[in-house]
């Protein structure tokens, strides 16, 4: 099993990287679409930037899910993984702006294979420790409402710097 979970976690890394680094671009191939908006970033904002972890990290999820039989620990470890990959694109984000004083592209894609590799990294031990079974429906409550913040914000989000475009200043659609 742990061999198998850590096989899991490297092809959940590489599946999660590449969806998430094409899926910045969908809102704008869609035509900027507002129900394409509700899944996908709808400008450059770090809030709307999580996105690009939430979506593909739930897909490979529930993909997992079938591949390890349905292990009901895992959906805790990959929630906890989840807030753990997003707080560290925010984190890592925001301390490189404050040192360095500006926005760097390069430096936000580190950021998102950053808030990947701590993600997969905390759900392998959670997951791996098999002590989260009782846990399974609070796991799954919490990709819920993250998925319902990101739908309701993507259209009211809150005027503070998070969800701020640093490139037209704007918020949401």
Known sequence: MKNKL????????????????????????????????????VNESTWEHLKLLYLPYLMWS????????????????????????????????????????????????????????????VDYFMIKSGKFEKAEKIGIAIFAVIGILFILFSFMPPLIPLFKDPVTFSYGI
């Not at 694109?89 to 430096?107: M, Q």
């Open 6 to 41: 850590f096989r899991q976690c490297i092809f959940g890394f590489i599946f999660t990287g590449v969806l998430g680094s094409l899926f910045h671009f969908v809102y704008g191939w869609s035509g900027y679409n507002s129900f394409i908006g509700l899944f996908f970033p």
């Open 62 to 121: 529930v993909i997992e899910y079938k591949i390890l039989n349905k292990n009901k620990s895992l959906w805790f470890g990959k929630a906890v993984g989840l807030l753990t990959g997003m707080l560290a694109i925010i984190s890592f984000f925001y301390s490189y702006n404050g040192i360095i004083g500006r926005n760097i592209p390069f430096l936000n894609i580190v950021s998102f294979f950053i808030g990947i590799a701590a993600a997969f990294t």
